[in-house]
């Protein structure tokens, strides 16, 4: 036999290597439970009955009908398309529809993220493990459009990744059109802009901190103009720049800064979430203490995403 026909091709590689063959695992584990399908959510009823009204009546409402306190009250439903992803979903496969999508995204928010590892680790496993101890919160999460957010984030993350472990710009060009559906996802586009802002004043912080001030302007220009674009495109909305006027009005609500409502609340150890979170953080920076490398400032921004 020839060795020509021993080779296999990489394209056979990745598809049957050992990360997808754990994540598909993960999704025919994940889709049929009814957990996952938001029925135990009180507020899954309320994007769901959204959803349906907006395919009902081929638009979107101007009032607040669901609300025992604010009822008849004006209303921007920004994140209308994810309400409407989840009532087509339900709509195909009831409850195990709804499941089915909150495993698919789960999925994607792994791949994405494995992706994103995978541009500074060699090892594939090691760049799975990674995305699964960073993510593994979000297996116990039900179909919402939050999970949009988590997906997004995850996204953000690759494109960054791509940008700066090979400097081209290509990547960058996925910035904009992410954001223009983002922004009709879920509210979390917000916290994306402020990770890709954020990122961008670390960079300068970086060459600044380096005595690089004269290369300062060439370095963020880059990522800063696709910030830019991608900060642009959360205008292709359907209410345009009230969209942020209401992400202002909810960041400006007392019960979001007193912590009333409990997923708006800040993290705090003494939870599941915030004691998962303070491990994989300090876990994060314990290796980055241990490295023969010293990261960027721009590199930490990356890798607490």
């Known amino acids: 036999m020839s060795l020509k026909n021993d080779v296999r091709k990489p394209s056979d590689v990745e598809l049957f290597d050992h990360p997808f063959v754990a994540i598909l695992s993960l999704f025919i584990y994940r889709a049929p439970a009814a957990t996952g399908s938001g029925i135990i959510d009180p507020d899954y009823y309320w994007h769901l009955s959204y959803g349906d009204w907006i395919l009902d009546n081929g638009r979107l409402p101007t009032a607040d009908f669901w609300s025992w306190t604010m009822e008849g009250k004006a209303y921007r439903l920004t994140q209308w398309l994810g309400e409407v992803v989840m009532a087509l979903a339900n709509r195909a496969g009831g409850e195990v529809g709804t499941s089915v999508l909150a495993a698919l995204l789960i999925c994607l928010t792994l791949t994405c ?18 995305a699964a101890g960073c993510n593994a919160i979000l297996v116990s999460l039900s179909c919402r459009p939050h999970q949009f957010t988590h997906l997004g984030l995850a996204c953000l993350t690759w494109i960054i990744a791509a940008y700066m472990t090979t400097g081209l710009r290509k990547p960058l060009y996925w910035i904009a059109p992410l954001f223009a559906l983002w922004v009709n996802l879920h509210g979390g586009y917000a916290v994306g802009l402020a990770y890709l802002w954020m990122l961008v004043g670390a960079i300068a912080a970086d060459n600044f901190v380096r005595n ?44 979001s800064s007193a912590g009333i409502v409990d997923e708006w609340a800040a993290t705090s150890i003494k939870g599941d979430v915030g004691f998962n979170f303070f491990i994989v953080t300090t876990t994060m920076f314990a290796c980055m203490i241990a490295s023969v490398k010293r990261p960027s400032s721009d590199q930490c921004c990356v890798r607490l995403r």
């Open 212 to 255: 690089e001030c004269a290369g300062i302007l060439s370095s963020c220009a880059p990522l800063g103009w696709a910030a830019l674009a991608g900060t642009l495109a959360t205008l292709m909305n359907p209410y345009g720049w009230g969209a942020w006027q209401y992400a202002m009005e909810i960041a400006n609500l007392k019960s």
């Open 113 to 130: 993220s494995y992706r994103a590892a995978r541009c500074y680790l060699d090892n594939r496993l090691a760049a799975l493990a990674v």
